[in-house]
């Protein structure tokens, strides 16, 4: 959670530097988390930074600007996912190598490891949740499926889990 | 890795919590590990990438309308060369108009006549040294339009001074924009637009003043912002000085959601409180669930003698949408109820007898709308250039024509030196509201004490719509 202090208005007329400095955290913990490189997912915060540069008159007249930047930032992460998917594929052929995830303790790469094995949606919902810390409603906006949906996504994808990390 | 081999032991035992609740907060640690802060540098890169790519985007937009005018010119000839009879008289045409009419009339000399009164700088061409003003980073349509009115300035209006204007764009890295300005005696100040007034503050560190024309939660440098905090404090005294002691005065909170969006603070209530201490006051939040009909009902808020409608009082372009919408309802409630309290609000359309408090930072002031608004309409090429006359330029051509002001106001540039230009900003009070960074030149008093930190606007405008036109009220002196 963002432990900014008194930021009214702060980005309908507010500046492009705030909404860097306030979503980073979460943005890049929401790339890291879907696509297990650190580096890779630093990448991808950079461009949808620049896109919400770019796009910045329009961007800051929403409601929530940092909920834009995770849209755009997830539908990145799906297309490196499936870029990186195919590479993965292919240097497995070459040689066998160990995806490594630099920074957390491994027991929470394990967990990240698991939750990129979920489907795509209830992936989408978990990593929202715990790593971009958005509320319920929030990730219902984002990922664009009612409430109950997400609040469903989460309770199965504890389920699977907790089984998977045999708890 | 196998995930079922060997205990991983992710999750603490606790024996008084349930499975759910001990893996939720395992959960939000595992979140919690992936993140960082955001990397200094990683601004500039951006800033620097996002500009190059809107230059190639006005690139391919000019390159298509280029083409299409080239393929129409180019159709046009077939279409007239072909099957011509030269035997037919030519028709007379009327030429269509291509550029839009500017919005304010009022003549060239007009114009030259306020800005000279405003800043203090001599009408007819500038001449001399030039009097350089730093710019960092800037976007294209903030040098356009900062270049455009230089250059006006410096033919008209005797730029700065009566010397020249230049501006020293710069776009290389912060610090070595920071260091090249303050190296530079000609510099007399930096002006930024939108994006970094606390990182530019801060790389300044107070050798050079910088004007940023967005606000910001206040900056590490010696730096002056707009600021527009005052305006929900003017409203509650309005709302004081038309009713009286014991009088029940609702105050609407329709910024709310806004505040809870963004931080989760709450941050009309506690001030109009004490503004209106010797008031019944009613504090509601607006919300998009219910109607402002119902919000008032479930208030108890039928007797009201006066209603604030505590907005978002940003500019116009910028206001909250559901600011407007939250107008609408307020006077659709009060016609279906058949109240007609005073009603306080900013950045509504006008209804009869509503009282419009305005801080001076929105493009309707009526200093910036006779000086800054006719200005960036008349200047060349401003009206090309998009979201331009109407949108925020006007903004940060009134910062350079106050900057300027100061300039002139200090004696000229050679006495220009940061501490002088740091007190002549403590002392500014507007039209357009400065705020001054780290310093704290905000008016005392009961309305002033919740100003944000370092604003030094004073004065806020009130206006009432009475008879389809607005009519000037006595103005709000923060500092009483």
Known sequence: MSNDTFLPYVYNGGSFEQLYRREYPNLVAVARALTGDRHDGEDLVQDTMVKAFVNWDRIRRYDKPGGWCLRVLTHACRDHWRRRRTRARFLARQRNTEPSVEGPGVEFVAFWQAVRRLPQRPRLVVTLYYAGDRSIADVASIVKVPEGTVKSDLARARVVLMTELGQ | ?480
């Open chain 2, 1 to 480: 890795m196998s995930m079922k081999q060997g205990p991983l032991s992710p999750w603490e035992p606790d024996a008084d919590a349930p499975e759910a609740v001990v893996f939720d907060r395992f959960a939000r640690s595992a979140g919690a590990s992936l993140r960082s802060e955001a990397p200094e540098s990683g601004l500039t890169t951006i800033v620097r990438e996002g500009n190059r790519k809107k230059v190639q985007r006005l690139a391919t937009e000019v390159g298509v309308i280029a083409a299409l005018i080239v393929s129409g010119i180019a159709l046009f000839e077939h279409f007239t060369t072909s099957g011509r009879d030269v035997n037919i008289a030519p028709v007379d045409t009327i030429p269509s108009p291509t550029v839009a009419a500017p919005i304010v009339s009022a003549d060239d000399a007009t114009i030259d006549r306020w800005i000279a009164d405003y800043t203090g700088s001599p009408i007819g061409r500038a001449a001399g040294d030039p009097v350089k003003f730093g710019i960092m980073m800037p976007s294209l349509p903030y040098s356009q339009d900062l270049s455009a009115a230089a250059n006006y300035l410096n033919e008209h209006v005797g730029g700065a001074a009566g010397r020249p204007i230049e501006l020293n764009i710069c776009t290389a890295s912060l610090s070595e924009c920071a260091d090249q300005f303050a190296a530079d005696p000609a510099v007399v100040a930096v002006l930024e637009n939108q994006w970094m007034g606390e990182s530019i503050g801060a790389a300044l560190a107070g050798r050079k003043p910088l004007h940023t024309t967005h606000s910001s939660n206040g900056t590490t440098g010696v730096a002056y912002y707009p600021t527009y905090f005052e305006t929900v404090n003017a409203m509650a005294v309005q709302a004081e000085k038309v009713t009286a002691p014991g009088d029940h005065v609702l105050v609407i909170d329709a910024a709310d959601e806004r505040g809870d969006s963004t931080t989760g603070t709450v941050f009309v209530t506690p001030d109009v409180t004490s503004i209106l201490a010797n008031r019944d006051v009613t504090i509601v939040h607006a919300s998009r669930e219910e109607a402002i009909t119902d919000t008032i009902r479930n208030a108890g808020s039928i007797d009201a003698s006066a209603i604030v409608l505590a907005l978002p009082p940003v500019d116009e372009f910028q206001i909250h949408p559901f600011a407007r919408t939250a107008c609408d309802d307020l006077a659709t409630a009060l016609d279906a109820l058949s109240l007609r309290p005073a009603v306080i609000a900013s950045g509504c359309e006008p209804h009869e007898g509503w009282y419009k408090v305005d801080v001076g930072l929105n493009e309707t002031a009526p200093d910036l709308q006779s000086g800054a608004l006719a200005i960036t309409t008349a200047m060349p090429g401003l009206g090309n250039v998009k979201g331009s006359p109407q949108n925020r330029q006007n903004r940060e051509v009134g910062a350079l024509l106050a900057v300027i002001r100061l300039v002139n106001q200090v004696g000229g540039p050679a006495q220009a030196t940061p501490a002088a230009l740091d007190r002549a900003m403590h002392e500014f009070t507007g039209p357009l509201p400065l705020g001054a960074g780290v310093l704290n030149c905000a008016p005392t008093g009961k309305v002033a004490e919740r100003v944000q930190p370092g604003s030094c606007v004073r004065f806020v405008d009130v206006h009432q719509f009475v008879n389809d036109r607005w009519i000037d009220q006595p103005p709000i002196d923060l500092a009483e």
